[in-house]
């Protein structure tokens, strides 16, 4: 049996994942940073908050995997994209295991490992690909080697856009649940832009404008009629995508697949092309959100491709890296 | 009226279902003409629904219009129902410019004449206010006399920056590289050529396009 195991540090979560070939998930143990202020994020305050958890995370994932250090066989970690100081910490954990072990080391994509976790674990075999979190929101499908995207946001990621209004109101990180659970409340829809250019979706002024009317109108009638426009621009352009892709099944993945109502519109509008609907539920659900196990199966997946390990001199860390850049060749 | 339009798609014949519209064709006082219907969709609000279908409904006949006064070729309007979200338009027969250009069935003459000619079209629009909003291969038609014609112009905007000018090119161009990754450099260059040749402030649109260009999400930072 081989053991990988899966550093996540891209944003707010510290995670290490343990799975064996199996693709068995053995651990998921995590920390997630709660900002401290009140404009979202600090990639330095990320980074302090994962150097500081790091070591116990570790830990809490062995002991619950029954596994020692030297038990593992492949070392994984998300090499971005996401906030570069709070990247190298987990980059640095994961090249000084691999270095006292004399292990394989894989930067992985981590978006990509968002895909590739929901893909398997919902047995889907050629899905159209909905990935909605805090750093992506794009319509993938995968062609000739790798994910392929078919739209996506131009600006910011539906995720960002939940967050950013939920702070305004007062509300923590995650803010995408606790507005689910408002938008319930609301009984009437206010008119906010509607953004939609090809197959791409623009998010920016339907935040602007909801944040301007948050002291003018009801806040759940607010979140109610934000989370509508969004959801309905991203529907259209899936269905855009299903219709140009002549795809059978659609996967939903992500922090912001675990929104029932995203879920059943993306549903109702897949019913009317015969088209299977899935997205990690029970237990799994909670695999919707940043964890190292999406990085611990990509470490298994190039592995078993026989992907030659990365040079330690070269697992690099980067910001800015899109998911249409990957070799994916497990799919080949 | 609009029960008559109804009472029309029975006769007619469903040649398209679109993300957004199904599309008809249909015998219209002995003239071949397409019936376009915007379907309700039941996953979302009522109220988004009704104001998208009527927009969208609205922006292509005023569209259609504009073009055929602005000589840029174009489907003619003959009925339009705003609110039942219904056009009736003439017929174009031909090939989506698309599956001509996948399945190699233009000569470079021709591609070359095509292109420049969109870049012209697509200037005049703009010129006077009118960005596509989904300028794909798929939105031309190439009759069978090799002229071409835009359609869909449900995302349009009738009143638009020089921003959403340089999103509506730099779009276009990404639609190339995806879809005609091998010949979209030559194809775009033609295209571009053209239409800064007839577009009034290139120099501000090229600019904003090219920091366009730069800005999609993750696209790694070229100094």
């Known amino acids: 049996m ?16 343990i799975i064996d070939s199996k693709f068995n998930i053995l651990s998921d143990a995590r920390s997630v940073l709660r900002p401290s202020g009140t404009l979202g994020i600090d990639p330095g305050e990320a980074a302090e908050h994962h150097s500081r958890v790091a070591v116990n995370v570790l830990l809490e994932a062995l002991d619950k995997a029954n596994l020692k250090l030297k038990d593992i066989d492949i070392v994984a970690f998300s090499k971005g994209p996401g906030l570069g100081p709070a990247l190298r910490i987990g980059a640095t954990l994961a090249r000084g295991l691999a270095f006292k072990y004399n292990k394989p080391i894989y930067p992985v994509h981590h978006g990509l490992g968002h895909i590739e976790l929901t ?17 992506h929101t794009a319509i993938l499908a995968f062609n000739e080697g790798r994910w392929r995207i078919y739209g996506e946001t131009l600006d910011i990621t539906v995720g960002n856009l939940f967050d950013s209004f939920a702070r305004r109101l007062g509300i923590g990180f995650p803010g995408g649940p606790v507005i689910e659970r408002m938008a319930l409340k609301g009984k009437r829809y206010i008119e906010l832009p509607y953004n939609v250019k090809g197959n791409n979706v623009v998010f920016s002024g339907l935040l602007t404008h909801a944040t301007d009317l948050v002291d003018k109108y009801n806040k759940y009638d607010l979140a109610y009629s934000l989370q509508e426009t969004a959801f309905s621009m991203l529907v259209e352009v899936t269905e855009r995508a299903l219709i140009q892709t002549d795809k059978k099944e659609i996967c939903i993945a992500g922090g912001v697949a675990s929104n029932n109502r995203l879920f059943n519109m993306i549903k109702t509008m897949a019913e009317d092309h015969g088209v299977k609907v ?7 659900r909670r695999l919707n959100g940043d964890n190292g196990v999406q990085i611990a199966l990509l470490g298994l997946l190039y592995y078993e491709a026989g992907t030659p390990a990365t040079d330690l001199d070269k697992t690099f860390v980067y ?3 899109r998911v249409d850049e990957e070799d994916v060749p497990w799919r080949m | 009226m609009e029960n008559v339009v109804v009472g029309f798609v029975n006769k007619g014949r469903l040649i398209h279902k679109g993300a957004e519209a199904n599309i008809y064709l249909l015998d219209y006082m002995g003239e071949a003409t397409v019936l376009k219907i915007r379907v309700r969709k039941k996953y979302r609000d009522k109220s988004i629904d009704r104001y998208l279908v009527r927009s969208r409904t609205y922006k292509e006949a005023y569209v259609l219009e504009v073009a055929e006064k602005l000589g840029v070729p174009a489907p003619r309007l003959i009925y339009a129902s705003i609110n039942g979200g219904i056009l009736i338009m003439s017929y174009i027969g031909g090939e989506i410019l698309r599956d001509l250009l996948l399945h190699n069935m233009l000569s470079e003459k021709e591609k070359e004449f095509i292109f420049r000619r969109l870049g012209m079209y697509l200037s005049r629009l703009h010129n006077n206010g009118i960005t596509h909003g989904d300028l794909t291969t798929s939105n031309i038609i190439i009759s069978g006399k090799k002229e071409l014609y835009l359609i869909d112009f449900g995302l349009a905007n009738l009143n638009s920056s020089d921003e959403e000018k340089s999103v509506d090119v730099e779009m276009f161009e990404r639609v190339l590289l995806s879809t005609h990754t091998g010949e979209a450099g030559k194809l775009f260059r033609w295209f571009i050529d053209e239409y800064v040749r007839y577009i009034e402030n290139p120099d501000e649109i090229l600019r904003r396009y090219r920091i366009i260009k730069r800005s999609g999400r993750y696209h790694a930072q070229k100094s």
């Not at chain 1, 081989?2 to 994942?17: C, D, K, N, P, R």
């Not at chain 1, 893909?119 to 805090?134: E, I």
């Not at chain 1, 899935?278 to 799994?284: C, H, T």
């Open chain 1, 2 to 17: 081989v053991y990988v195991l899966g550093i996540e540090s891209t944003a707010h979560t510290f995670g290490v994942g």
């Open chain 1, 119 to 135: 893909v398997h674990l919902t047995n889907m075999k050629d899905p159209l690909v909905l990935l909605v979190s805090g750093g």
């Open chain 1, 278 to 284: 899935g997205r990690l539920e029970g237990d799994l």
């Open chain 1, 319 to 321: 910001q800015r890296i």
